[in-house]
């Protein structure tokens, strides 16, 4: 074969995994993408509405931070996220790709409600608060060994069957507000023990969010040391690169896989205890608010890391949150604050692939990092 030939049925470049990158070069190619995200919407901005796109930047950046209110509505949502994504991040670790985040969240909330509803009036309130952790965190956790037993024993598909578990939270937690609905026929259960406040989570130094923030931050800790500084967290990444590695070192797969689902699951129970006996102190099929699905992003933007996620959560909280004021100060339909969010998810999750991936060009040719 000719030089010529060769090179005619060589690939100009094609696309091979980076050595690790130092982290300020990662993060210098996640900033530049913000950065040009934030152009690529000042763009859409001035065609689709004619609006100055500083304006609605300056918006975004007071509909999270306008108020005092604004700022702890905004780090109780954090909270909410980041509990949510710490439960599926040991699970992620461990490449089991847990999606029923949101169903396990709904097991936490309806077990929260139901001590409410029907031991509010019969136990003193920190043994029924007490009772309400326990029972969230069991009722999520269950949720999550289900789909885990049958990962264990039978090798079944691990997201369809966790994506099939929250359909069916959903229908159980429509059936118990039709159950407890108040009054009959109301489709809904209000607030729960309104005038006794039985079950309410504490208020501390005034603050309704308080507790809830200090809780998430105290289990982002606990998360962090579980899984990368004791035996159950090596396992978790051993099994996550090599079940068979795992198997041949004597560690017991099957068990791992179980025991991570249970800390899952209980884990996402905590965060719908947090938001039934929290701050809402009613139930519903959309508590959740689609957290199970966006925790998700939130922890593999984080490469799995627990600390980072405070950022990851942090961010998309803070678009949602601003996307929502620019629909309300410019007379704007709520679907062009959610083109903005996401041509800004776009361009971060696309910088990941520059930070993982660069092309390779044919010798003759130059190579871009």
């Known amino acids: 074969m000719t030089e010529l030939e060769s090179k005619q049925r060589t690939p100009l470049f094609h696309i091979v995994k980076r050595k690790s990158l130092p982290w300020y070069q990662a993060w210098a190619i996640r900033a530049a993408a913000i950065v040009l995200a934030l152009v690529v919407c000042a763009v859409v901005t001035t065609l ?132 407890w609905e108040v009054p009959k026929g109301a489709g809904q259960i209000g607030i729960i023990n309104q005038n006794t406040e039985a079950g309410w989570l504490p208020w501390i130094f005034g603050q309704k969010y308080l507790l809830n923030i200090l809780v998430v931050a105290i289990l982002t800790g606990l998360v962090y040391i579980y899984l990368n500084y004791s035996k159950h967290g090596y396992e978790i990444s051993v099994v996550g690169e090599s079940e068979r590695t795992a198997r041949y070192v004597g560690i017991p797969v099957s068990r791992v896989i179980i025991r991570t689902m249970l800390l899952s699951g209980a884990l996402c129970g905590i965060a719908g205890l947090l938001l039934v006996g929290g701050t809402d102190h009613t139930i519903t099929t959309t508590i959740g608010g689609g957290r199970g699905f966006t925790a998700v992003m939130v922890s593999w933007m984080a490469k799995f890391n627990p600390v980072v996620m405070i950022f990851t959560s942090f961010l998309l909280v803070f678009l949602e949150r601003g996307a929502g004021e620019i629909s309300t100060a410019f007379g704007l339909n709520h679907s062009f604050s959610d083109i903005l969010t996401g041509i800004i998810l776009f361009f971060i999750i696309g910088s990941e692939f520059f930070i993982t991936y660069q092309l390779s060009f044919r010798k003759n040719g130059k190579k871009e990092d």
């Open 48 to 179: 689709l509405t004619g609006e100055n796109p500083l304006q609605i930047y300056a918006t975004i950046f007071r509909g999270a931070f306008g108020t005092p209110r604004k700022i702890w509505v905004l780090l109780q949502n954090i909270a909410i996220l980041l509990c949510v994504s710490l439960a599926v991040t040991p699970a992620f670790r461990m490449r089991f790709w847990n999606v029923g985040g949101e169903g396990q969240l709904l097991m936490g909330g309806l077990a929260t409600a139901a001590c409410m509803i029907c031991l509010g009036d019969k136990l003193p309130n920190g043994l029924l608060i007490l009772l309400m952790v326990i029972s969230a965190a069991a009722a999520g956790g269950i949720w999550g060994v289900i789909p885990a037993i049958f990962k264990a024993k039978w090798n079944t598909n691990e997201t369809l069957f966790t994506l099939m578990m929250n359909y069916v939270a959903t229908q159980l937690v429509a059936f118990f507000v039709i159950v």
